[in-house]
């Protein structure tokens, strides 16, 4: 009996292995194929990040730092914004980098003079923990001798071990969650792996989100099964919400849930008489939670005069406030509105939102079938737990709620940024589409959502056997990496990427 338990479990250990090697080369792959710098705000991620590396905390909006500028002005190309035939000639000029420095430095000068003249780093504000990680890796990248766009795209290949880290989060979760059921807990991995999401592929502080808040996710399940939780198992869970806040601001609704499912665990445990004995180690928890916090918030509002950081960015992006009575006039509380709202979250959730060439890197249809696939999936698993919730024990049935919590929260979040502002001018979000939709900003609940997602599946699929639902995983991982690379094919012969240095 123990040579069959341990068989299965060491076949299972190899396959997450075999996920994780794959998640590092789907990302090298895509990583170095893209050109720099993309839409997502990559110029002012990657200013922050050598700032940082200098121990240069910002107080304001700044100007790109001196030892970003020559990277920005090389290596960036025009075609995320422009078509070829936009430009001199009907053509992409080639990359700086290819031709003598005396034919190019005026032009590498003038780029440089446009960015301290006219662009400001609106991200300044944002919280420290990726851009502290991300500069010491810059450093090390100096370090062993790296330079130019090889140490620029080093930068962007720290992607690389955080998404098999990932991948291996994802397993570590369902095993808790769904310890009877190997195909959840193979399709959550595999989903990370292949997923087509390009923030993957970028230098910017998204890319910790699913890490910090899925640990933080995964430890509040162990605090709810706890008796007396363990000041142990209270520090960690309190530095994973702190992490999950030094991260990225958009993980706020993510961690205002949080907060109520921990004092959801503090009344049980008072109900059942054992709030006593686990005062000690909520209070280390609210601790390694609540300084890191409130640290941060300090400084935001001494350097740039609010407890976010957002005043200055909204004022930068010329943002109004509209007046609450305006709020209700918004276009998403149209049938289409609503629509356009919901399916572009859920679209650029999956597959990102880079432009290439001012439109959209990615195909309506597949779009749709991101989206039909997640509604049907989403609705089944909710319409199931609400119906028989019998069917799961205690922890799933916590999971899920808590999961299916933090995806409206993080869209009611959207929502509420949407009718709040007029965006002016803004390029995005606009005043002729005065929506988020920014999938990437809800990637913190990447591991729940797939919870949910292939949890559904599972019913969906539940009177057939096992090799149907690893046969359909198999063909959703396959259409997943097809319609990648049919959509991004364009990218990899491009001169100014990775493979061309």
Known sequence: MNATAVQPAATERKI????????????????????????????????????????????????????????????????????????PGGRIAPPLWKLPFNLVADTIRAKE??????????????????????GLWWRLGKLIG???????????????????????????????????????????????????????????NDILSPLTFGAA?????????SETPSRRLAAATG???????LTKISNLPLLAVAGVFLMLNVFRLAQAGKLRPATPALGILA????????AW???CKLSFGDFTGSVLKIQFLRWTHKPFVEWFQHPVFSPSGFWYFLKGNLATFWQGEILWQRKPLAFPSVDLIYVGLTLAFLLFGLAVLLKRPGLFTSTQHAAMWFGFTCLAAAFAFFALLSVKFDFQDC??????HPFFTSGRLMLGILIPFLLLFTAGLDLILKKFGRAAKFTLLAALLVFMLASEISIDWRIFPNEYNWFHL
């Open 16 to 87: 997450i292995l075999l996920l994780c090697l794959f998640a590092a080369a789907h990302v090298f792959v895509f990583s170095a194929a893209f050109p720099f710098f993309n839409i997502v705000d990559e110029q002012v991620h990657f200013d922050l990040v050598v700032r940082y590396s200098q121990g240069d905390l910002p107080r304001s909006l700044p100007p790109p730092c001196a030892e970003a500028l020559p990277f920005i002005g090389i290596f960036g190309t025009v075609e995320y914004i422009w078509p070829p035939e936009s430009q």
């Open 113 to 134: 003079k446009l960015w301290l003249d006219v662009v400001k780093n609106h991200e300044a504000s944002q919280p420290p923990l990726y851009y502290t990680v991300a």
């Open 146 to 204: 790296l330079d130019g766009g090889q140490l620029l795209y080093w930068l962007r290949f720290l992607n690389i071990p955080l998404l098999a880290t990932l991948v291996w989060l994802g397993w570590f979760a369902t095993r808790q969650i769904f310890p009877e059921n190997p195909f959840i807990r193979i399709a959550v991995p595999s989903l990370i792996a292949f997923m087509p999401q390009t923030t993957f592929y970028a230098i910017n």
């Open 217 to 225: 996710f995964v430890l509040l399940l162990k605090l709810r099964q």
């Open 239 to 245: 530095l994973a919400l702190a992490a999950a806040f």
């Open 287 to 294: 601790a390694c939670a609540g300084l890191p916090l409130a």
């Open 297 to 299: 918030m300090i400084w």
């Open 427 to 432: 390029f995005y979000p606009s005043r002729a």
